[in-house]
């Protein structure tokens, strides 16, 4: 058998600096005004398979291929948070164009009709922007939030 070279051990992370990495993506996102709600709603795991499946990228030695493997991820997972923050769940698509999404139930952003009955087009709204105006308006820590 023929010497490959030395065996290199992957040390894990600490998850809370991989929590902070998916922090920082989920902010960069929320404060994007391109992020409405309805580009969200596609399978962000398919998108991801893109770089996540390609052998050569994700069996590379490289550097610089581990690097967009790893940030690959951490985007991915904050897509999926955002998709169950808007969606209550991971956006799948069954084939092309047809979404895995329960009878008669559809995304608030497909909404025409606002609480009075009055015509409203919800299209272009950007409900995560509209979350953390809220969160901002609060003073409370993460810790006091997640203890209510």
Do not use: A
């Not at 404060?31 to 399978?43: A, G, Q, V, Y």
């Not at 998108?47 to 690959?72: A, C, G, Q």
């Not at 909404?111 to 979350?131: A, H, M, P």
């Amino acid at each position: 058998m023929k010497k490959t070279g030395k065996i290199k051990y992957i040390q894990p992370r600490l998850y809370h600096k991989v929590i902070k990495d998916i922090e920082k993506v989920i902010d960069k996102v929320v404060n994007d005004d391109r992020s409405l709600d309805r580009t969200f709603f596609k399978d962000h795991i398919k998108f991801s398979d893109v770089i996540l499946k390609d052998f050569s990228l994700t069996s590379s030695p490289n550097k610089r291929s581990k690097e967009i493997v790893e940030t690959s991820s951490i985007y991915l997972i904050s897509m999926l948070i955002l998709q169950v923050c808007l969606f209550h769940r991971v956006v799948r698509e069954r084939n092309e164009d047809m979404m895995l999404y329960p009878k008669s139930h559809i995304p608030y952003f497909m909404r025409q009709i606002d609480k009075d009955g009055k015509e409203k087009d919800f299209w272009d709204i950007n409900s995560l922007k509209l979350l953390k105006r809220f969160y901002d308006k609060e003073d409370k820590t993460l810790n006091e939030w997640m203890g209510n």
